[in-house]
């Protein structure tokens, strides 16, 4: 057992309870010869509380505060920092600093065990030198007022803000966070999971790799954030890794891609994100990204997506992602690479842009797509929603919704026709089209009148398809219709349907 002296009292620094990494007891100056911390509190029977204290530690390895064994410590306006690096296992540094927080500026082990801190600062510039750190079932509590806020600062290369490992918790409210090298998150859940849960948080990230909010499923690894400011300089503003959870509730979250989810090892996990409200904003890539993922994220609530490059969602890298929109209004491209698909949901919703790639969409009749150029999906599911093609220039083209899938549904088609040129939208259907829909047309150079029938959707399985398309529309001085090919003339597609003159 190993003594520190601590304000001029000998505290017992007592061994951890079981890291997930090892089935044995671990204590960090077990694990660490040279850890050392300048408050140690580890007497569950004794609660420790200060006032306008400082706590400074430059040794290596070296903590501000340190809380184990289920005791508890309540400190208020406290000054805390750090400037040692960690030297111990340098080649494998996951270990004693990533893992377990050797060398954070507060580090709380163990479950019951518990850090509140309440007003103040903790700043950390070493390497590996997390500013906050709570695992194996410990807690921490940090918050400031709206008028001051608890400020967090991590300066040093690998140095997260604030990170959980192993069952860990932090609570933060009125807190802003800063980092300024690389691999150094903002907020971050890691090895064995955690939960952090945010309320009125600033993180800003400067280094490459460093994700404003980072969480790994890895166990159950959660972050929950509300009415929060997220900005990544050079990485995500959110990356959502191994399977974690992500809940975002009016928070403005800001990166090179927006939001990402991944998966860290060779096969795919199913990351989950839920963003209410609030606002996804990329400044040098897409909004959304799934890279060997199968995860699903839902954004609702009017929340804001805008993407630098036009994208909105990239399923890539052999994903199999799901995004569900629920009272959204979105602009932009939907893609898929080769490897990968996507489903996409859109409820009570309004979409501006165009598919590319294996993107297989459902809309409910409350639903609009602004369709903006030509598009491809692999299904059209319960399609109940409304389709407009974008008119075209004077001499545009005639965009074309081509579903290699299925078709089904009851939805509404508002498609465009050149009556001088026998031009228009079109609408294919390479697998089963079922259900009804409705074809409503609006004419350019309506002076002229249609001098053949013009084909406006063409259905390639004609032996099972039991769609029906009717419509049409008054254009010019003309009345024309949607009917079958074959009760047309002899000459058209008898199983696609063409506008058609009626007089």
Not at 29 to 43: E, G, I, M, P, Q
Not at 396 to 408: E, H, I, N, P
């Amino acid at each position: 057992m190993k003594k520190v002296l601590v304000g001029g009292v000998t505290a017992a620094l007592l061994g951890l309870s079981p890291l997930a990494a090892f089935a044995a007891s671990m204590n960090p100056d077990d694990y660490c010869s040279d850890f050392n911390a300048t408050l140690t509190v580890s007497d569950s029977t004794t609660p420790v509380t200060s006032d306008g204290q400082t706590y400074s530690n430059s040794n290596s390895d070296g903590s501000g505060v340190y809380v184990s064994n289920g005791a508890t410590a309540t400190l208020t306006n406290a000054m805390i920092s750090t400037s040692g690096a960690s030297n111990t296992n340098t080649a494998f540094p996951s270990d004693e600093s990533t893992q377990y927080g050797i060398n954070s500026g507060v580090l709380v082990n163990g479950t019951g065990s518990t850090l509140t801190i309440t007003g103040g600062s903790i700043t950390t510039s070493g390497y590996i030198a997390n500013a906050a750190f709570a695992t194996e079932g410990g807690t921490i509590n940090i918050s400031g007022t709206a008028d001051n806020p608890f400020t967090i600062t991590a300066t040093g290369y690998h140095s997260h803000g604030v990170d959980v490992t192993y069952g860990g918790t932090i609570n933060l409210s009125y807190v802003t966070i800063s980092t300024s090298q690389d691999i150094s998150s903002g907020v971050a859940t890691d090895f064995g999971g955690g939960t952090i849960n945010a309320d009125h948080i600033t993180v800003t990230t400067n280094g490459g790799a460093s994700a404003g909010i980072y969480v790994i499923g890895d166990g159950n690894g959660k972050i929950t954030v509300t009415n929060s400011t997220i900005t990544s300089e050079k990485s995500e503003g959110a990356d959502v890794a191994g399977g974690g959870t992500l809940n975002l509730t009016d928070t403005n979250v800001t990166g090179v891609n927006a939001l990402k989810l991944f998966t860290t090892g060779t096969t795919a996990e199913a990351g989950t994100a839920t963003i209410s409200g609030g606002s996804l904003t990329s400044t040098g890539g897409d909004a959304i990204v799934f890279s060997n993922d199968t995860g699903t994220v839902t954004v609702e609530d009017g929340c804001t997506i805008t993407a630098s490059n036009g994208i909105l969602v990239d399923s890539t890298s052999c994903s199999a992602g799901s995004v569900i929109a629920n009272g959204e209004t979105l602009t932009g491209g939907i893609i898929t690479d080769s490897t990968s698909t996507l489903a996409m949901s859109l409820a009570n919703s309004s979409f501006t842009g165009y598919t590319s790639g294996s993107v297989a969409l459902t809309m409910d009749s409350s639903s609009q797509w602004n369709l903006n150029t030509d598009s491809t999906l692999t299904a059209f599911n319960d399609n109940s929603g409304t389709v407009t093609f974008t008119s075209p220039s004077t001499g545009g083209a005639y965009y074309t919704l081509a579903t290699t899938g299925d078709l089904s549904g009851s939805g509404t088609f508002n498609m465009n026709v050149d009556l001088s040129t026998a031009k228009a939208n079109l609408i294919t259907i390479g697998g089963t089209a079922s259900g009804s829909y409705t074809l409503y047309f609006t004419g350019q150079n309506s002076s002229s009148t249609l001098s053949d029938d013009v084909k406006v959707v063409d259905l390639a399985d004609s032996a099972t398809n039991t769609a029906t398309f009717t419509g049409g529309g008054d254009l010019g001085a003309y009345r024309y219709a949607v009917a079958l090919g074959s009760n047309l003339s002899s000459g058209l597609d008898g199983s696609d349907y063409y506008l058609y003159n009626t007089y």
